[in-house]
Structures are given as structure tokens and as C-alpha cells.
């Protein structure tokens, strides 16, 4: 039996100020994202601006439905779209941010599950990491340097031995 420690690191800032520009401006377009997020069931808003090697910026938010499962998440409606719209993009970094009128948001909200197995896709075909920057709108940063430190065990190609 062998006990093995996985260690992460990320950078945490008390505010967006803290952040060099690039990473501030994406932090804002994920605000602006939010205000196209459909969200009438759960009242609760998420935006995503992902920032792309071309210098292209992609957006997305939270598009719920009536049949609750049929929704997505905003990660997955950003990156889904990048995925049919340009197949060859590279992803450089992400940012997001929540928001609902229901309670105060005081920390990071942090990508579910879900969107986590899909940015670990994305990342992996690309072979490059992607910085994941999740923003509490006036107050605290987590930029975090790939997707692989939040998601270590996800179900990826090399894990079954599968080459890519
Ligand atoms: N949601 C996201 O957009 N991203 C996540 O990572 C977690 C949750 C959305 C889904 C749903 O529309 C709302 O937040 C409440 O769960």
C-alpha cells in the first residue's frame, strides 16, 4: 500500500484589481455574459468568457428549460459552441462568474462536475492547459493553471490507456 499526496496550486486575489489587465477585461466579459444567461428556474446566473490563442473571446451563459435535465451549463454552452464553430481552436483561458438576486454570492462559484469532465477534454485535445479563473463579482479571484489540478481523476483517454 502506498499513500500518495496530490498537491495543487492556485493564485487566490482579493479582487479583480488585483489581476493583470488581460485576465481583469475577462473577468468583466464574463459579467457581461451574464446578462444573456436564460435562467428562469433555478434565478441563478452564470457567465463564462473564454479567451482563445487567435485573440478571439467566446461567451456563454446558463440556458435552462422546462425539462430541467435539458439545460446546460454556461461552460459547456461556450465550449460546445467553440467546439462546432472553430474544431480547432485554442483555448488559452476561462472566466467565471455568478450572480443571482436571490442571496449574496461572497465567494468564487466553482464549475460543477459536468463542466469540469468537459473542459478536461477540451484541454487534453488540445494539449495545452487552460487557466480556469473563477470571479465572485466585487470580491475574490481563484485563477487556477489547468483544468487537470481541479479535476485529477477525471475519466480521460490516458487513464484507460487509450492512445490519443
Ligand atoms: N450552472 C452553470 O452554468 N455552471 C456550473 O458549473 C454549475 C451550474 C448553472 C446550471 C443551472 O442553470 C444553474 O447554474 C443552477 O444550477
Known amino acids: 500500500m502506498k499513500s500518495i499526496n496530490l498537491n495543487i496550486s492556485f493564485e487566490q486575489y482579493n479582487s479583480i484589481e488585483e489581476l493583470n489587465e488581460k485576465d481583469r477585461e475577462l473577468c468583466k466579459l464574463s459579467e457581461q455574459a451574464l446578462t444573456s444567461s436564460y435562467s428562469p428556474y433555478s434565478k441563478f446566473r452564470v457567465g463564462t468568457a473564454i479567451q482563445l490563442e487567435s485573440g478571439e473571446i467566446i461567451l456563454g451563459s446558463n440556458q435552462e428549460n422546462l425539462a430541467y ?96
Do not use: H, N, W
Open 69 to 164: 435535465p435539458s439545460g446546460l451549463c454556461a461552460e459547456r454552452v461556450a465550449l460546445f459552441s467553440i467546439g462546432s464553430s472553430k474544431p480547432d481552436a485554442v483555448i488559452k483561458s476561462m472566466a467565471i462568474t455568478a450572480q443571482t438576486d436571490a442571496f449574496e454570492i461572497v465567494q468564487p462559484v466553482t464549475s460543477c462536475g459536468g463542466c469540469l469532465q468537459v473542459m478536461a477534454e477540451f484541454e487534453r485535445k488540445q494539449a495545452s492547459p487552460i487557466e480556469v479563473i473563477f470571479y465572485c463579482i466585487d470580491g475574490e479571484v481563484l485563477k487556477v493553471p489547468s483544468v487537470k489540478s481541479l479535476l485529477p481523476f477525471g475519466f480521460v483517454e490516458d487513464r484507460l490507456g487509450a492512445k490519443a
